[in-house]
């Protein structure tokens, strides 16, 4: 019997999910647990680590999965690595649902660093309003820069944080260029550091940073082994129909 794994927490993810529980397959929804309310999903949801690879192999066995969909984050590399090494090791086919890269339009003024502390060591010098635009899993990493007054964006409450000049805004995407602009304006902006996501619902700040001339230290994309990579849901679906599931059409 069919059960898919999707390992979600992104708006790809919950596509999926959707377009799934539509077509009656048995699957469980998977998310990391580091939002405090995560979305609702139509199918069966679990939260928290695996354990590492060898965790996840052994879920993999106890669950009786039988298809693999990472569906995670672009920069979650370690639980995608997890998610390679676990399905060789059980012998189970794995699929990616990843979200292009976004790349330099006219007008924009990128700067790219490999990683975080790349872009730690980038911001070095003078002080600067700095829209830290990373999630709150990387701010101990920047308080390496404290001279810099920094406006973040978090889906949740932060609680303590370890950036002595800060302001935050609670807020949950997808967000509009206008109101990016409008924000970055408010807050005098000078600089935007960002994760290369991709996607369309994280992309309106290097929209409004365009508009408004504003440089941006653009994190690149950490690099995976290689493995199966789809781009949207209805490759996805295909490739599920391809291996053996039956999909009901």
Not at 78 to 100: E, H, K, V, W
Request: charged share 20%; with cysteine.
């Amino acid at each position: 019997m069919t059960h898919l794994l999707i390992l979600g927490g992104t708006t790809e993810a919950n596509a999926l999910a959707k377009a799934v529980a539509e077509q009656g397959v048995s699957a469980t929804y998977s998310y990391a647990g580091r939002v405090d309310n995560p979305r609702p999903q139509p199918l069966p949801v679990r939260v928290g680590g695996f354990g590492g690879a060898q965790g996840l192999a052994q879920y993999l066995w106890d669950h009786a999965i039988t298809h693999v969909i990472d569906a995670t984050h672009p920069f979650a590399a370690q639980m995608s690595r997890n998610a390679i090494a676990a399905c060789r090791d059980t012998g189970l086919p794995l699929a990616a649902l990843t979200r292009p890269a976004w790349t330099a339009q006219d007008g924009d003024r990128w700067q790219h660093v490999p990683d975080i502390g790349g872009a730690v060591a980038a911001l070095s010098g003078l002080a600067q309003r700095v829209f830290l635009a990373v999630g709150r899993m990387h701010l101990e990493d920047f308080a390496a820069q404290p001279q810099h007054h920094y406006l973040l964006r978090l889906v949740d409450e932060p609680g303590e944080l370890p950036l002595p000049n800060c302001d935050v805004v609670v807020s949950r995407g997808p967000f509009t260029e206008a109101d990016d602009r409008a924000l970055m304006q408010r807050h005098d902006i000078e600089l935007v550091v960002s994760k290369n996501a991709g996607g369309s619902g994280a992309r309106a700040k290097l929209d409004a940073a365009r508009a408004l001339g504003l440089p941006v230290l653009m994190i690149d994309r950490p690099i995976l082994p290689q493995r199966h990579e789809l781009t949207s849901v209805t490759q996805v679906l295909d490739w599920l129909a391809h291996s053996g599931v039956n999909l009901g059409v």
